[in-house]
C-alpha cells in the first residue's frame, strides 16, 4: 500500500498534468485576430501562444481570458461577442503544457510557475499599446492564476475569477475527491512538487492589493467548495465597492456559462457586462 504522501503527489500529478497535445484541426480565430508567441521570463522559461482579438471600434480596455485546466485558447473563441458588443479587446492564450505553447516532462504547477505566462502576455499587451484598463477572466485553474499574477501586478485593475481553488495543494485533494470519490489526506510529503502547490495561496496572495477589483463566480455544487472561494474573496483589502460574490444555484464545476440568470443571479454573460461596465467606468 503506497504510503498517504506519495498517494497525494501521485494524484495531484495525475491532476495537473493535461492529457497529451493533440493537435487537430481547431477553427481559426474570427477574423480580424493576431497570433503571436511569447517567452517568459521565471525559469524554467516556456513559450506562450496567444491571440489578439481587436475590438470592432475604439478599445474601452482589453480583457485577457484565462482557460482551466485541460483547456486551450481556441474554446474561448466564443467571447468574440465582447470585442462585438462590448467593444473591448479580447486576448487568449494557452498556458504552458496546454494547447499551442510550450510542453516539457514536467507537470503544472496549478499556478507557481503559470503566473509568469499571465505576466509574458500582459507584456505583449502593453508592448502593443492595448488599450487599458487591463482585466482578467479565468476559469478554475485561470481564475486562480490570473487573480495569482494581478495580485502581483497594479496593471491589472480587476478579475472576474469563475470557480477558483482556494490552495494549489488543496485544490487537488479536492478535484481528486470529486473525480474519485477518496479523500487523499497527506503524511509530511515534502518534495519541490508538493511545496510548489502549497505555495498557490489565494488568500495570501490578494492581501498584496487593496485596490484590485474582486469579483468571484462559485457554483452551487462546485468542486471548489463555495466556503474556499468566499474566503479568497474576504481576504482581499479591496473595498467592499471592488468587491462581489455569486453562486449559481444548481450548477456544478463545468456549467456556470450555462446560467441564464433568475430574480437572484444574473446570467453568466450579464456578470461579464457589468463587471466590464464597472472596470470601465473605474478607469475614468
Not at 56 to 69: D, N, S, Y
Not at 93 to 103: K, L
Not at 104 to 128: M, N, Q
Request: with cysteine; aromatic share 10%.
Amino acid at each position: 500500500m503506497l504510503k498517504g504522501g506519495i498517494l497525494i503527489w501521485l494524484l495531484a500529478g495525475v491532476l495537473s498534468n493535461p492529457p497529451k497535445r493533440v493537435e487537430r484541426a481547431f477553427a481559426p480565430p474570427p477574423a480580424p485576430a493576431e497570433r503571436f508567441r511569447v517567452t517568459t521570463r521565471n525559469v524554467p522559461a516556456a513559450r506562450i501562444a496567444g491571440v489578439v482579438m481587436p475590438a470592432r471600434q475604439q478599445a474601452k480596455g482589453t480583457i485577457f481570458i484565462c482557460h482551466g485546466w485541460g483547456a486551450r485558447k481556441e474554446l474561448m473563441y466564443g467571447w468574440e461577442w465582447v470585442r462585438g458588443q462590448l467593444g473591448w479587446n479580447v486576448v487568449v492564450f494557452d498556458f504552458r503544457e496546454h494547447g499551442q505553447s510550450s510542453h516539457s516532462p514536467r507537470l503544472c504547477t496549478l499556478g507557481f510557475h503559470e503566473i509568469w505566462d499571465v505576466k509574458a502576455v500582459v507584456d505583449y499587451a502593453e508592448e502593443r499599446g492595448l488599450a487599458k484598463p487591463y482585466v482578467i477572466c479565468g476559469y478554475s485553474l485561470g481564475a486562480s492564476v490570473g487573480l495569482r499574477w494581478a495580485a502581483h501586478d497594479a496593471r491589472v485593475s480587476g478579475v472576474l475569477a469563475v470557480s477558483p481553488y482556494r490552495n494549489g495543494m488543496l485544490g487537488s485533494r479536492q478535484f481528486v475527491r470529486s473525480w474519485l470519490g477518496i479523500d487523499p489526506h497527506g503524511t509530511g510529503w515534502t518534495n519541490g512538487y508538493v511545496r510548489m502547490l502549497r505555495a498557490v495561496d489565494l488568500p495570501t496572495d490578494v492581501t498584496r492589493r487593496n485596490d484590485l477589483r474582486l469579483w468571484i463566480v462559485a457554483a452551487e455544487h462546485d468542486v471548489f467548495p463555495v466556503a474556499d472561494q468566499r474566503a479568497i474573496l474576504d481576504a482581499s483589502p479591496s473595498p467592499a465597492a471592488l468587491k462581489r460574490f455569486f453562486v449559481i444555484p444548481g450548477a456544478n464545476h463545468g456549467t456556470t456559462w450555462r446560467w441564464q440568470g433568475d430574480a437572484r443571479v444574473p446570467s453568466h454573460d450579464r456578470i461579464i457586462r457589468d463587471f466590464l461596465s464597472e472596470s470601465e467606468r473605474g478607469r475614468k
